[in-house]
C-alpha cells in the first residue's frame, strides 16, 4: 500500500495521527513510508520507493547535497540531528518554513519528522518588527534608530566617507495635546512622521525618538548636502495639518551632527546634535536649524540643572525686570519701554533670557515664567503712573504662551490686580511665532486687542510673513530687526529692506520701530527714512526701574 511499506502497523498509525510529516527512511535512504501530512506538503501523493523523498518534502524539488539534511548527516552518522529550518519557494511565489528533526533507528533506519513553522516564524517576526518599531507612526523606534547609526558610522569608517546626523523637534506640540487633546496630538504626529519620511532617501534612516522627537542617519552626506534634506523636511511641515476640522501649523527645531567632524561613536553624535537642537529650540524654535559647535557642548550640563533652579527662582522672586525705554524720533522722548526678565541667580550672578527661557518652554514653567515677568512689570508701571509718568510697558510673549487658551484670562488678572488698563500694556510677538500658527494667534491677538493692549511684530524681517499678511492681524507696531538695522549703513539691501518696511507698514497704517540702534549715523539715517522710534544702546541701555527717571 502507498505510504506504508515494510513498517510496523503501529508505527504506521502513530505517524499518521500526528500533526508533523513524517518520513521513514531504509538504510539506504530510500524512503519506505509517509504519513498524508508529509504527502500534503509536497502536494505528490507517491515518495514511496524515492531516495530523494526528503528532498522533495523540505525543498523545491532540486536535489540538495547531503550535508544540507538532517536525515543523511543520521543516516551517515547514526546520531540524532534536530532543529534544521529550510524556506522553501511554494508553487504560488510565498515563502514556507520548514523544521525537519532526524533520528536513526536501532534497525538501521531513519524517521524525519517535517513540521510547518511558518506561522510561528511570521508572529516571531512580527514581534521583533513591533519591538523595534514606533506603534503610533510605525517609524523605527529609538533602539532600532541606534542600531542604524552604528551601522552607518561603521560603514562611513570603512569607506572614509562623511554622515549627518540630524534631530528634531516639533515646536507647539504641547498646545496641541492641550487644547485639542491627545486624540489630535497624535493625530498631528502620524501625519507628520508621513510628510517626513516621503522627504528622505532610500538610503537614509528616519525614526521617531518619542514624544514629538524625530531623527534621521544621511549616509554620506556633508553639512551642505544636510541643509538641503532640512529645507526639505522644513518645508513639508509649512503646510497646516488637519485635525478633525481644525487647521493646526507646527514648525520644528533640528540639530545637526556630523561624523567624524563632531563624534566618532554613536553615543556622541546622538549628544551633539540633541544639544544642538535645544540651542535652536533656545533660539525661539520657528524652524530653526543649528549645527553642534565645540562650545555648546560646555552648556549642555547646564541644560539638565536649570529646570529645578528655575522653578526655585520663580518660587522665590529671583527674577528682575531691566526697561530699555524705546525713543520717539519726532520729539526724541520715550513713551514705552521694552521688559527685559534677567534672573538674578545667587551664584551665577544676572543670567540672560537665553540661558533659561528655552528651558522652561520645554518643561511646563513657561506660562509662570509669563505671568511672573507680566505682574512685575504691571507693578512697576503702575508705580509710574502713580508717580505721574505716562510710561506705558511692553512684555515679550513666547510662542508657546501665544498659543496657551488661558493666556487672555491670565493677561486680563494682571491688569486688574495692578488697576491698569489694557492700554498702559504692549505685547510684543516675534514674527516666527505668529506664523507657527496663524489661525490660533490671530484669535488669540483679536481678543488682546479688544481689552485695548497695544501689539507689536518684533524681530520682523527674519521669519516667513509679510505686511500683506500683517494686515489681517489687530498689530500697531512693527519692529525692524537689529540685523538689518545693524548693517543699513553698510549694506544696501538691509537699507532697502529698512525702507521698504517703513513704506509699506505706514501705508498699512503701523508704527515702525527699529531695534538695535548703535550709533548716530544709524539713527540719522532711520530718521530720515522715516521711521517712527528706536532703541539700542546708542539711545539708551536696559536698566533697573528706579533709574529711568
Known sequence: MAGKASIDPAFAAAYGAVGCGVIVQDATGRVIYTNETARRMRAEQELIGAQDGVERVVSTGAALAD?????????????????????????????????????????????????????????????????????????????????????????????????????????????????????????LLRQVAERLARCVRRSDSIARLGGDEFAFVLPNTNEIGAAVVVRSLLGALEEPFDLSGQSVSVGASVGLALFPRHGEDADALMRRAEIAMYTAKRAGGGSATYTFEDELDERSPHLLKVVPELRDALEHDELALLYQPIVELATRRSERVEALVRWRHPTRGLVLPA?????????????????????????????????????????????????????????????????????????????????????????????????????????FGTGYSSLAYLQRLPVQAVKIDRSFVHDMTRDEASLAIVLATSDLAHRLGLRVVAEGVEDAETLDRLARAGVDAAQGHHLARPMPAAQLA
Open 67 to 187: 550535508a544540507d539534511l538532517p536525515s543523511a548527516a543520521a543516516l551517515r552518522t547514526r546520531t540524532a540531528v534536530r532543529g534544521m529550518v529550510v524556506g522553501i519557494r511554494v508553487p504560488d511565489g510565498a515563502i514556507r518554513w520548514r523544521r525537519v528533526d532526524a533520528v536513526p533507528t536501532d534497525d538501521g533506519r531513519v524517521v524525519t519528522t517535517v513540521v510547518d513553522v511558518s506561522e510561528q516564524r511570521e508572529a516571531e517576526r512580527a514581534l521583533r518588527e513591533q519591538a523595534l518599531r514606533d506603534a503610533l507612526t510605525q517609524l523605527p523606534n529609538r533602539a532600532l534608530f541606534l542600531d542604524r547609526l552604528e551601522h552607518g558610522i561603521a560603514r562611513a569608517k570603512r569607506e572614509r566617507t562623511v554622515l549627518s546626523l540630524l534631530v528634531m523637534d516639533l515646536d507647539s506640540f504641547k498646545e496641541v495635546n492641550d487644547t485639542f487633546g491627545h486624540h489630535a496630538g497624535d493625530a
Open 355 to 459: 540661558d533659561f527661557v528655552a528651558a522652561a518652554e520645554r518643561s511646563g514653567l513657561a506660562r509662570q515664567l509669563f505671568e511672573k515677568t507680566l505682574r512685575i512689570a504691571l507693578s512697576e508701571c503702575a508705580a509710574w503712573r502713580a508717580a505721574g509718568s505716562e510710561l506705558r510697558v511692553n512684555v515679550n510673549i513666547s510662542t508657546r504662551n501665544l498659543v496657551d487658551p488661558e493666556v487672555v484670562d491670565v493677561v486680563a488678572g494682571a491688569l486688574s490686580d495692578t488697576g491698569l488698563a489694557g492700554e498702559w500694556l504692549g505685547l510684543e510677538i516675534t514674527e516666527a511665532m505668529l506664523m507657527a500658527d496663524p489661525d490660533r494667534s490671530l484669535r488669540t491677538l483679536t481678543r488682546l486687542h479688544g481689552m485695548g493692549v497695544y501689539l507689536a511684530v518684533d524681530d
